[in-house]
C-alpha cells in the first residue's frame, strides 16, 4: 500500500501570515496525483487543491499553492494571507488513477490566531 | 457544498444494538465510499461500489456491511455494534473511477459511539 507522511499534528499561523504544510509520500510510479483536503470542524472535507504528478509547474488556487518536489516524494501546501475560516484538518492524499484508491496522511490541525 | 448527506450525524448506542447509517448523494455518482477515520489517524477505506449492485471491501477489515441497490444511497449496517465500533464514517462520492479530475465529494460524517 502507498503511504502519504504528514509530521506535523498541529500547525499554528497568525492571521495574514503565510504557512506551510508538509506532505511526503511513497510510490515507485511516474504517473499520479496528489490531493490536499480541507476539514473546518463538523463540516464536510472538500478539495483544495491538486497536482497530477506529470506536471512540472505548481498548482495555485488564489491564496493555496503547492511545492511539488516530484524527485523528494515531497508535497507541501501553501497559505498565503491565512484567514480564520482557513482554520481547519487538512490531508494530504495519493491517487494512482483510474480504478485505484486515494490514500490519506494522517493529517494536520490548522489554528489561525486572530 | 456537495450534495452529499449523511444521517445521523451523532449516534450513541448500547453494545449489541443494529445500527445503519445511511448516506445519500444526489450528483448522480456512480463510485460511493466508506471510511472510517480516527483522530491521529488517515482515513481508512471500509467499503466502495462502482455502481448498483456493486459493492467491495476496503482495506481496513471491517465487520460493517453494505448495499447499493439504488444509485444516489450507499448505506453501511453493523448487525451488532460493540465499543470497538467507536469512530467517525465519512461516506463520500465522485465519478467513475475518479474520473479525471480524481475529486471526492464528502458528506459531514456519522460520529457513532458504542458504550
Known amino acids: 500500500a502507498q503511504t502519504v507522511t504528514q509530521s506535523q499534528p498541529e500547525m499554528s499561523v497568525q492571521e495574514a501570515e503565510t504557512v506551510t504544510l508538509s506532505c511526503t509520500y511513497d510510490t515507485s510510479e511516474s504517473d499520479y496525483y496528489l490531493f490536499w483536503y480541507k476539514q473546518p470542524p463538523s463540516r464536510q472535507m472538500i478539495l483544495v487543491i491538486r497536482q497530477e504528478a506529470y506536471k512540472q509547474q505548481n498548482a495555485t488556487e488564489n491564496r493555496f499553492s503547492v511545492n511539488f518536489q516530484k524527485a523528494a516524494k515531497s508535497f507541501s501546501l501553501k497559505i498565503s494571507d491565512s484567514q480564520l475560516g482557513d482554520a481547519a484538518m487538512y490531508f494530504c492524499?495519493?491517487?494512482?488513477?483510474?480504478?485505484?484508491?486515494?490514500?490519506f496522511g494522517t493529517g494536520t490541525s490548522l489554528t489561525v490566531i486572530p | 457544498e456537495a450534495d452529499i448527506y449523511q444521517t445521523p450525524r451523532y449516534l450513541v448506542i448500547g453494545t449489541g444494538k443494529k445500527i445503519t447509517l445511511e448516506c445519500s448523494q444526489t450528483?448522480?455518482?456512480?463510485?460511493m465510499y466508506w471510511y472510517q477515520q480516527d483522530p491521529g489517524m488517515e482515513l481508512h477505506l471500509i467499503h466502495y461500489s462502482y455502481g448498483v449492485n456493486s459493492t467491495e471491501k476496503g482495506d481496513l477489515s471491517s465487520e460493517s456491511t453494505v448495499s447499493r441497490i439504488r444509485t444516489e444511497h450507499f448505506p453501511l449496517t453493523l448487525e451488532s455494534a460493540r465499543p470497538s465500533h467507536t469512530s467517525q464514517y465519512l461516506c463520500?462520492?465522485?465519478?467513475?473511477?475518479?474520473?479525471?479530475?480524481?475529486?471526492?465529494?464528502f458528506g459531514e460524517g456519522s460520529r457513532l459511539t458504542v458504550l
Open positions: 492524499a495519493y491517487w494512482r488513477g483510474v480504478g485505484n484508491q486515494f490514500y
Open positions: 450528483m448522480g455518482h456512480d463510485k
Open positions: 463520500a462520492s465522485s465519478v467513475l473511477a475518479g474520473g479525471i479530475t480524481g475529486e471526492l465529494f
